[in-house]
């Protein structure tokens, strides 16, 4: 599947910072120690609407990451899915009478759109689940083979995982059962679904219904499931132990945890991550933002509106990203203000002397991704210069070098 554009990430003076990030799993605050590449794997969008600032946040979230692990020395290949089929879009494909391929195909080229405008780096690979059906099917039926997977022995004959099959399941979340078998029901699991050996046992391949798409295999026809196309998307491009496995926090249980589940109980080794990263939710009044609730606003609608993508990137991170926040207008005009304050600041023809002042970006961002305390560094430094104290001719270049490389804000206009 194809990505969206990149763009050029400046080399910034001065010395990188290790990137220290809270792991869920263990919930500690531990460095990442990625090697020559460091390796990412985000969840991507299921595309049945355009993309909004909920997911806006979480992609930012991990574009830091990038970003920073860029800019100290290391390659980065990072790893993003599309489930382009699945429950959610082929219903709302019916809703709408319309076909789900192409529902799929435009909300994608949306999201990209949106990516490239907000200057989200691109992943070096872009799958989507219906590509990976081959690599997918090969996996389950290995589990199946090995007989940690089984087929149900009612009603249709779906293959599903044993939830038991190896001693590390609950290592990602940390639940206990009832909130497992609650989550597992308000997040797409189907734990009454008759023939099923365990209530919180998920589904593998989904075997063909009237009127769903499916393809035909060795498992039979019918479709994969959720959890694991990310587990055999990010196992056969970065390998079991990658550095970072990042989403949204309400992906944690159940989606997170089975996507690890497979991938260990298919290799025996764990863990399938070595960091599991979260960004928090974005609400609307007080609710969080969601399709089923209709409380969205979308990316592709501040842009029709005029909002500079940059606006909007800077409003987003305003707040932590791990925290669940809401969105609001004051905020996105507080992002407009800051960035017409910095993009005046650094058009000065001098400033005040930046290496300080970049210095404490790079930390504040290394601490967990600290952009609060971050954007308040530049502006102190943006204050500084407007008020016309200092004579470095070459600081403004510094500081809008360094917010580009290191917040993906454009100041140049």
């Known amino acids: 599947m194809q990505s969206w554009q990149s763009h050029p990430v400046p080399r910034v003076p001065g010395i990188p910072m290790p990137v220290r990030l809270f792991d869920t799993a263990t919930r500690e605050l531990r460095p990442t120690t990625p090697g020559h590449t460091a390796t990412m794997y985000v969840c991507g969008i299921t595309p049945y609407d355009a993309t909004h600032l909920g997911h806006a946040a979480t992609y930012l979230a991990f574009d830091l990451v990038h970003r920073l692990w860029l800019d100290a020395g290391h390659a980065v290949h990072y790893v993003q899915n599309v489930t382009d089929v699945d429950d959610p879009l082929l219903e709302r494909a019916e809703r709408d009478s319309a076909d789900w391929m192409v529902l799929a195909m435009r909300e994608t080229a949306l999201f990209r759109e949106d990516m490239e405008a907000l200057r989200v780096l691109p992943p070096r690979d872009y799958v989507g689940a219906v590509e990976a059906i081959p690599e997918i099917t090969e996996v389950v039926a290995k589990l199946l083979a090995d007989g940690v997977a089984y087929r149900a022995d009612e009603g249709f004959p779906d293959v599903y995982y044993d939830h038991s099959a190896t001693a590390w399941f609950g290592s990602v979340s940390n639940e206990d059962e009832p909130t497992m078998r609650a989550l597992f029901a308000e997040r797409g699991g ?137 969105w609001t207008p004051a905020l996105l005009e507080a992002g407009a203000a800051r960035l017409a304050t910095w993009r005046a600041a650094t058009a000065l023809p001098a400033g005040p002397s930046a290496e300080d002042t970049v210095a404490r970006l790079r930390t504040h961002l290394a601490d967990d991704l600290d952009t609060p305390r971050a954007l308040l ?37």
Request: proline residues 7%; hydrophobic residues 40%.
């Open 190 to 326: 189907d734990p009454d679904r008759p023939g099923k050996r365990h209530p919180l046992d998920p589904v593998l391949w989904r075997a063909a219904r009237p009127g769903e798409p499916c393809w035909d295999g060795e498992l039979g026809s019918g479709r994969p499931g959720w959890h694991v196309e990310c587990s055999v998307i990010a196992l056969n491009r970065l390998g079991m132990g990658f550095d970072v496995q990042g989403g949204g926090s309400d992906l944690i249980f159940p989606h997170h945890e089975f996507s690890a589940a497979h991938a260990e109980a298919l290799t025996g080794q764990h863990p399938f991550a070595r960091h599991y990263v979260h960004a928090g939710m974005i609400g609307l009044d007080g609710e969080k933002m969601s399709k089923s609730r209709g409380n969205l606003v979308f990316v592709s609608r501040l842009r029709g509106d005029r909002v500079d993508p940059m606006a909007i990137r800077l409003a987003l991170l305003d707040g932590h990203y791990r925290a669940d926040r809401d």
């Open 377 to 413: 560094a530049v502006d102190a430094w943006a204050a500084e210069a407007m008020a016309g104290r200092g004579r470095d001719p070459d600081a403004p270049t510094l500081i809008r070098t360094a917010v580009d490389a290191l917040l993906g804000i454009a100041l140049a206009e």
